[in-house]
Nanobody, 119 residues
Framework: QVQLVESGGGLVQAGGSLRLSCAAS????????MTWYRQAPGKQRELVAS???????NYADSVKGRFTISRDNAKNTVYLQMNSLKPEDTAVYYC?????????????WGQGTQVTVSS
């Protein structure tokens, strides 16, 4: 059973920075992609940033230039560096790991970490 544990959330003022971590119980090499999602109160969960096993990254337009996703394969950990934070970045941030096996997608989720940006 895959376990993902997020950490690094908290309260920060607008313009500040946070770094989220997502530690996996197994090798992240086995996953096709690792993705950060977020969900604000009353809103749908949205993709924030993703990184493939090959290192290709993708970002939501709202965070481009401010957030950076990276991975440390030796530590089985994916990071989300968040700079120039805005109040609208306030949400619960979730880590997702996806594995594709014979065209079937398997998704694993962490428990989420709260990020609150004050104005």
């Amino acid at each position: 059973q895959v376990q993902l544990v997020e950490s690094g959330g908290g309260l920060v003022q607008a313009g500040g920075s946070l770094r989220l971590s997502c530690a996996a119980s197994g090798s992240i090499f086995s996953f096709n992609a690792m993705t950060w999602y977020r969900q604000a109160p009353g809103k749908q969960r949205e993709l924030v940033a993703s990184i493939t096993s090959g290192g290709k990254t993708n970002y939501a337009d709202s965070v481009k230039g401010r957030f950076t996703i990276s991975r440390d394969n030796a530590k089985n950990t994916v990071y989300l560096q968040m700079n120039s934070l805005k109040p609208e970045d306030t949400a619960v941030y979730y880590c997702n790991a996806r594995k594709v096996v014979q065209f079937l997608e398997y998704d694993y989720w962490g428990q989420g970490t709260q990020v609150t940006v004050s104005s």
